[in-house]
């Protein structure tokens, strides 16, 4: 099964809810951040339509591209596009780049750049709080493990009995569905997680539903290949700020084109190289050749 | 004779502080973090250091298999003196680009992760393993002169049996790297310029990595003149200009017809940043070199042949940081405000890397024997293809009365 979120922006009320959560279920300082940076993997933005003077709120969060240009990027794959809809990141394999961050067409990866041991740091979609599991049981040490006895971490950190109810609770939703954090603690209809071609019908349906209310377009529906991460809104895209000439080819196969023909190039161009070479030495020895012939010709006369 | 060493000493004075301003700059990165030293940001995440210690300077590295191809490929042999100093500014080259590559990356000590988690999706996993395999063909093929200097019979003649394989090996690995470089850019089509942004950067970035090779050449072998007396004949450095504006005008052409077909000509005579910088890049790595190399009585000359190169050198370098830099300030700013310059801790390691690029290849040519000279012969002794040869010409002396002092 592959999750989405959907964030409908005419929905959402500016309460800030998403970016608390988020900030309290990865244990970063409560701040209201308007930017994406190393500790904030959602923000809130505040948009006045100049004409009609309403007022919108700008969610930002990663896209969680079907095939993202962040995962096709990165030399040791720490970044992965997991079955669970989720893009996630490795601190073991990555070894600091930030070829992920030029690559996302969204710009979403952030960096630790104080840090002398930096990690990239995104939204994760909430995949590990996620898959941690009510029946977890507790070492003596009183860390959460496994069913097969090896302690669970989040985010690098193992987790205590405590912590793991806490993130149950979070990413719990009203119907006992596990869900990200930002979407459980969303008190409106604006941020839904779910399954993706059930948060697409359902992106449609409201826009059918009510067509004035509207503009009629799932913003990551097409974009860059498709994402899992769906917004709806009243205004349109473009004067929110979302990028909206990204082409509908996914990114990576712009460099797949080339990096596929890698084998083909090497062997045709080591023939040429080894037939440049064949003949070009040939004719040279030929020369020599007819040279010596000409010289014993000259001594024998 | 007093004039030569003041100049010297001049010269060291110099090194010695850009060097320390390099040190300087590399407490300030390990100690405290990229942030401390850089003006790299999350808007901003790739700047100087990419753009042009390893960009840049891959490319300016590019002498290595540009010349050992023309020599041992197209067995243009009269060219077989200048192999050696190529081989070893490119390889120089490398190992400065990878220093440059470990103050970049945030974790350089996991470098060796590439080895083990390979993303074949990557361009830049292709771009690590070009470094490595290329930075191990360079030091082999460089290796005869280490050897010939402690007399290691047996390991050079294992080296010089698989010469040809080696520099085939060298001249694959250059390809792929050279334009791989450019192929790092390919995911970005949206954030760039469209002067810049091409589905053709891999071939335009290999084409003009041939041509700035023959033109560091050039300069190397000009400088190590002025500096060592040791030096090459002019006939032949005019040969590689010859060749290095030949490439260049395919490359122009071929880069002009992109703009065209992409429909972004008429861009060229906007007036903005970009430009400027387009234009800057195309007078000096073609306009002024044409224009020197056809100057009556002078362009053909030594020095004149110095100052063609440079500006093509000079151009090249435009290019790569047009590529890497200048393309993408247009989408920091109008989607973040954000202006990229480097720091002064940036420009402080990349002058010192340069500087330290000087100072290794001084040291090379003054104590292996790099460069033909006359203590040299037993060079030319080891060298059988040199032998073969119809007698290159080494500072002016046929190689047979060479042999015979
Ligand atoms: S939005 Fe960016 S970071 Fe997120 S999955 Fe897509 S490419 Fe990766
Ligand atoms: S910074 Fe890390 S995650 Fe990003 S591309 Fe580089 S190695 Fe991969
Ligand atoms: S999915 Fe999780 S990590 Fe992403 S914004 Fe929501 S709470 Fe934060």
Redesign the pocket.
């Known amino acids: 099964m592959s999750h989405a979120i959907l964030v409908d922006l005419t929905e959402c009320v500016g309460c800030g809810a998403c970016r608390d959560a988020c900030q309290q279920i990865h244990h970063f300082p409560q701040v209201e951040a308007t930017s994406l940076d190393a500790q904030n993997f959602t923000t809130l933005r505040l948009y006045e339509n100049p004409e009609s003077g309403t007022e919108t709120y700008i969610r930002q969060m990663?896209?969680?591209?079907k095939e993202?240009?962040?995962?096709s990027a990165c030399l040791v794959g720490a970044?992965e596009?997991t079955k669970d809809g989720a893009?996630t990141w490795d601190a073991n394999k990555c070894i600091g780049c930030r070829y992920?961050m030029l690559?996302?067409?969204?710009d979403?990866?952030k960096y630790e750049w104080g840090s002398n041991n930096p990690k990239v740091r995104?939204c994760t979609m909430c995949y590990q709080e996620r898959h941690v599991r009510e029946d977890y049981e507790v070492d003596d040490a009183g860390y959460v493990i496994d069913r097969k006895g090896k302690r669970v971490t989040v985010d690098g950190r193992e987790i205590t009995a405590e912590e793991r109810d806490t993130i149950l609770e979070m990413t719990t939703n009203y119907e006992g569905n596990r869900a990200s954090a930002c979407s459980v603690a969303c008190p409106m209809e604006a941020t839904i997680f779910g399954e993706r071609s059930e948060l697409v019908a359902e992106a449609q349906r409201r826009i059918r539903e009510n067509p004035d209310s509207y503009v009629h377009k799932v913003y990551g529906l097409k974009e860059?290949g498709g994402?899992s991460v769906f917004y709806l809104s009243n205004v349109s895209f473009e004067s929110l700020g979302f990028r909206t000439k990204l082409e509908e080819t996914p990114l990576p196969e712009k460099t797949w084109r080339v990096l596929e023909k890698i084998p083909d190039i090497v062997v045709t161009a080591g023939v040429a190289l080894g037939a440049v070479y064949w003949i070009t030495n040939r004719r040279e020895e030929v020369r020599r050749f007819e040279d010596e012939k000409k010289n014993r010709i000259k001594t024998k006369s | 004779m007093k004039n030569a060493l003041q100049n010297i000493t001049f010269w060291k004075v110099v090194a010695a502080v850009f060097l320390l301003g390099g040190l300087t700059a590399a407490i300030v990165r390990f100690g405290w973090g990229l942030g401390a030293a850089t003006n790299l940001s999350d808007i901003t995440p790739w700047g100087l250091w990419i753009g042009f210690d390893v960009v840049t300077g891959v490319g300016l590295a590019a002498g290595g298999f540009t010349l050992a191809g023309i020599v041992y490929i197209f067995n243009l042999k009269r060219f077989k003196p200048i192999v050696r100093p190529a081989i070893l500014t490119a390889f120089m080259g490398y190992c400065l680009v990878i220093v440059g590559l470990l103050f970049d990356l945030g974790r350089p000590w996991s470098i060796w992760h590439a080895l083990i988690y390979q993303n074949p999706h990557s361009v830049l996993f292709e771009v690590a393993m070009c470094v490595m395999l290329y930075t191990t063909v360079l030091a082999l093929e460089f290796s005869p002169v280490v050897l010939e200097r402690f007399r290691m019979k047996r390991a050079l003649k294992i080296v010089k049996a698989i010469t040809i394989p080696l520099i085939v090996l060298g001249i694959l690995l250059s390809m792929l790297h050279q334009s791989s470089l450019g192929s790092l850019y390919l995911i970005v089509p949206q954030k760039m310029h469209p002067f810049w942004y091409s589905p053709m950067l891999p071939v335009f970035f290999f084409v003009s990595a041939v041509a700035v090779g023959l033109g560091m050449t050039i300069l190397e072998s000009y400088l190590s003149a002025r500096a060592f007396q040791k030096t090459l004949e002019t006939p032949l450095l005019r040969d590689l200009a010859r060749i290095m504006i030949g490439i260049l005008l395919v490359y122009f052409t071929a880069r002009f017809i992109d703009l065209l077909r992409r429909d972004v000509l008429h861009l060229v005579f906007e007036s903005s940043f970009e430009t400027a910088m387009l234009w800057l890049e195309v007078a000096l790595m073609l306009f002024i070199p044409l224009l020197l190399f056809n100057i009556k009585n002078w362009g053909r000359t030594r020095q004149g042949l110095f100052f063609t190169a440079f500006s093509m050198v000079l151009g090249f370098i435009t290019n790569r940081l047009n590529v890497t830099m200048t393309s993408l300030e247009r989408y920091y700013q109008q989607n973040f405000g954000v202006t990229y310059f480097p720091s002064i801790g940036e420009l402080a390691v990349t002058i010192a890397i340069v500087t330290a690029g000087f100072v290794l290849f001084a040291l090379a040519v003054k104590y292996l024997p790099i460069f033909p000279h006359h203590e040299e012969e037993t060079v030319l002794r080891f060298d059988n293809a040199a032998e073969r040869s119809p007698s290159p010409q080494i500072s002016g002396k046929p190689a047979a009365e060479l042999q015979r002092h």
């Open positions: 990663c896209q969680h591209c993202p240009a962040c995962a970044l596009k893009v992920c690559a996302c067409p969204f979403i990866p995104k860059v994402t």
